[in-house]
């Protein structure tokens, strides 16, 4: 069973920085794709940023481009999520999820960064996210 855990969430303010985390219990991340999606109570499940674990193709939605940054420590098997200039519409339930590039993709777990398909295979149980103003 894949078990992804998150860390790294918290409270700032705006124009601030955090950086998740994102780690595997019992599996190596190898060739996939990682994605960072965030979720709010008011908003259905969005997509944040993607990265291909084995190379280095990177996927960003535009309203947190220049923003922040997704990046991996092959080493210690984790993804991360550089979060800078942090706005309050930032706020919200950040998941890390195993993807798969999926053309064509319909269903829930499916999402578009950057105009490229992905289908979701695993999700972490997330990490909150909070920027006041």
């Known amino acids: 069973q894949v078990q992804l855990v998150e860390s790294g969430g918290g409270s700032v303010q705006a124009g601030g920085s955090l950086r998740l985390s994102c780690g595997a219990s019992?599996?190596?991340?190898?060739?996939?794709?990682v994605g960072w999606f965030r979720q709010t109570p008011e908003k259905k499940r969005e997509a944040v940023a993607a990265k291909n674990f084995g190379g280095i193709s990177t996927f960003y939605i535009d309203s947190v481009k220049g923003r922040f940054t997704i990046s991996q420590d092959n080493a210690k098997n984790t993804v991360y999520l550089q979060m800078d200039s942090l706005e309050p519409e930032d706020s919200a339930m950040y998941y890390c999820a195993i993807i798969a590039r999926n053309l064509g993709c319909t269903g829930g777990d499916c999402f578009k960064i950057d105009q490229t398909w992905f289908r979701v295979k695993y999700w972490g149980q997330g990490t909150q996210v909070t920027v006041s103003s």
């Open positions: 019992g599996y190596t991340f190898g060739n996939d794709y």
